[in-house]
């Protein structure tokens, strides 16, 4: 939510939400509560704030947010999720989120001063989605598909563009970020449980392979250009962490 600042979360062995963050130095752990059956996803729509959005033990999403003072009661947005949630801002009080649903499909929630319904946006999905905006009012998003590639779906503004695929071999969903317009960088599992990288800036990069030994979906993050932040859990369980700057 602001230059310098990183905040991670994930899913802890008791099932909470927990919390760390990085301000000039890394904080300790905290818990945040909650009964996740999914990684989280977090977002930032003006600064100070984040909205984090995970899989209930009902399969519903349910929503936490730091206001910039405390963080809120968790509350229930409904849904029948089979994946984790992948949420984005777009603009100033505008979130996304984009989860995969009981047909495989890719639903959408949208926050603009108030929560739309639910909507379908087609796909088959065998993974959480995961979506970037960098433009105002333009929105990436990315999943694995039925044939392990990375598929693509833009929102313009005014229209959602058809599915595209993007190849690679994938064996976890996407992570993906923008540090400035008409830039995008997504991160997967590969089949050699690396971590692989394919990136955007006017035209799509071939896949490049950046090592490590991943056992989850990496979740990358930009808090200033050209800078990006990866963050994967490793074969000991552990949160590993490597950047671009």
């Not at 801002?89 to 926050?111: E, I, L, Q």
Request: some cysteine; glycine content about 14%; charged content about 15%.
């Amino acid at each position: 939510w602001g230059p310098n600042r990183v905040d991670c979360f994930v899913r802890g062995t008791d099932n909470a939400l927990w919390h760390r963050w990085y301000n000039g130095g890394w904080s300790n752990w905290e818990s945040l509560g909650g009964i996740l059956t999914s990684k989280p996803d977090c977002t930032s729509r003006v600064p100070n704030q984040i909205d984090c959005f995970v899989k209930g033990a009902d399969n519903a999403m349910w929503h936490i947010w730091w206001t910039g003072a405390a963080w809120s009661n968790w509350e229930n947005l409904g849904g029948i999720l089979t994946s984790g949630p992948g949420c984005v801002s777009s603009g100033p009080n505008r979130v996304d989120c984009f989860v995969r649903g009981t047909d495989n499909a890719m639903w959408h929630k949208g926050y603009n001063g108030a929560w739309s319904n639910w909507e379908n946006l087609g796909g088959i999905l065998t993974s959480s989605p995961d979506c970037s905006s960098r433009v105002v009012n333009q929105i990436d998003c990315f999943v694995k598909g039925a044939d392990n590639a990375l598929w693509h779906r833009v929102w313009s503004g005014a229209a959602w563009s058809n599915w595209a695929s993007l190849g690679g071999i994938l064996t976890s969903g996407p992570g993906c970020a923008s540090w400035g317009g008409n830039r995008i960088d997504c991160f997967v599992k590969g089949a050699d449980n690396a971590m692989w990288h394919k990136w955007y800036d006017g035209n799509w990069s071939n896949w490049e392979n950046l090592g490590g030994v991943l056992t989850a979906a990496p979740d990358c993050v930009s808090w200033g250009a050209p800078h990006l932040d990866c963050y994967v859990k490793g074969a000991d369980n552990a949160l590993w962490h490597r950047w671009w700057q």
